[in-house]
């Protein structure tokens, strides 16, 4: 099962890239173009990425027993050593005897939502 990021998120990425991108436009047309300028184009251009990166990977997968929060620093963690859940602030903080790993649910689709709680309650474990 995957979990997608927000449309809203998504689209925030979408649009910074775009305005970025206008703004390095209206910049080269200038009569003096600066080496700083260029970086107007490379922030346009991290959006564009974050962007296509979200589309692609999900935020959250459960598969083969392990829930992998994907990211540049993605964490993976095994359902069966899961201890108990912990609600807090709107995220969920999974915890073993030794790693931690947080969910925040305000990057996730309520329909996805949805069906992530389900997928927890089944665990058996217990909630904070």
Known sequence: MKIRHTKRQLNINLIYGFLWLIFFITMLFKAEVN?????????????????????????????????????????????NEVKRIKKFGGDYILKTDKKELTICTQFIETDTLNKLNKKLEKLGVVWC
């Open 35 to 79: 080496w700083i300028d260029y970086g107007w184009g490379l922030l346009s251009l991290m959006y564009f990425i974050n962007y296509f990166y979200l589309k692609k990977y999900k935020y959250l997968a459960i598969e083969n027993g392990m829930i992998n929060v994907n990211g540049p620093l993605g964490k993976k963690l095994s359902l």
